[in-house]
């Protein structure tokens, strides 16, 4: 098929290698402008940006797509199919017209649950069991059109937004090859009016952990909001990400380790700490953070 396809971050650089390998034709590639980045604030292109220029692909980055002439040069492209995936603008009802089988969204939920801009980190922070990949007929609305291909994956109990971010790219690419291989013959299927939740857009002021909350909530938090924004407390008084978590046994005053080994009571429960990231220096594993700082039981954080 002859496509555009429009994506902006790293979640969306696997479905474009993958089209690209399934033999179709990318007409053009759609991504947000490159912006400033690093000390000196040069501009940086997106990495959808940098990969299809890789692939010697056409790039293109309007701000807008409102303009009659934005979308006068998209319909000119006359693709067969546009294929969205964090894109990062909304499309016009006249960019959602002018290819010729419409404009087909890779969404990471299964909906009508987690409509909207983070469904991984949501789903997490819910203690979801299941998500998936939607492959999404596009309309007008807010991740409400029907459903043309479904696939359901398992969140682990360990699972962070970053790995299950990575794996729900790799599913998602194979989902919008095997959606495409089967055009028209799928059926799409409307979305039920029930069950709908809506993925809003993480908030920094979500990182703070409340240690006299439940262990099962705040792991979520952890887990949920890991690599970014990254759930935080304070560490002898100095601020320290929490990446990683994972329940565990024992009871004492809240937000205390229990031991030299980063457990930590909660409000009811306890969990540890799997991996920790000090402000301004790089991610690291548990035990290879307390070889450069003890942290002994009775320790107290957030003070």
């Not at 997490?124 to 991740?143: K, N, R, S, V």
């Not at 043309?148 to 937004?161: F, H, K, S, W």
């Not at 924004?229 to 601020?239: I, N, S």
Request: aromatic share 4%; with cysteine.
């Amino acid at each position: 098929m002859r496509i555009i396809f429009m994506g902006t971050p790293d979640f969306s650089v696997p479905v474009l290698d993958a089209l690209v390998q399934a033999g179709h034709e990318i007409a053009a590639v759609y991504c947000q402008p490159p912006r400033p980045a690093g000390r000196g604030k040069k501009l940086r292109p997106t990495p959808v940006h940098a990969r299809a220029e890789a692939l010697g692909l056409e790039v293109r980055h309007p701000v807008s797509l409102k303009d009659t002439e934005e979308q006068a040069a998209f319909a000119a492209l006359r693709a067969d199919v546009a294929v969205v995936v964090a894109y990062g603008l909304i499309l016009p009802q006249a960019v959602l017209d002018a290819p010729g089988l419409g404009c087909l969204n890779i969404h990471a939920s299964l909906l009508p649950r987690w409509r909207g801009a983070a469904p991984i980190h949501r789903a997490i922070m819910a203690g979801d069991t299941q998500t998936g990949i939607c492959i999404m007929q596009m309309e007008a609305g807010l991740d409400t059109g029907p459903v043309l291909l479904r696939r359901v994956t398992t969140i682990g109990a360990e699972e962070t937004t970053g790995a299950l971010h990575d794996r729900l790219s790799s599913l998602g690419a194979a989902c919008i090859v095997e959606t495409l291989a089967q055009m028209p013959d799928l059926r799409p299927q409307e979305q039920s009016g029930t069950g709908v939740t809506y993925a809003t857009k993480i908030d920094k002021a979500e990182a703070a952990i409340d240690w006299g909350a439940d262990a099962v909530l705040i792991d979520r938090q952890i887990r949920g909001l890991s690599p970014f924004p990254g759930a935080w407390t304070l560490l002898d008084g100095q601020r320290v990400k929490l990446l990683g978590s994972r329940l565990a046994e024992g009871t004492g005053p809240a937000g205390h380790t229990l031991d030299a080994a980063l457990t930590i009571a909660c409000g009811r429960g306890a969990l540890q700490i799997g991996r920790l990231q000090r402000s301004g220096k790089a991610a690291q594993d548990r035990n290879e953070f307390l070889r450069g700082q003890s942290v002994p039981a009775g320790t107290a954080l957030g003070e």
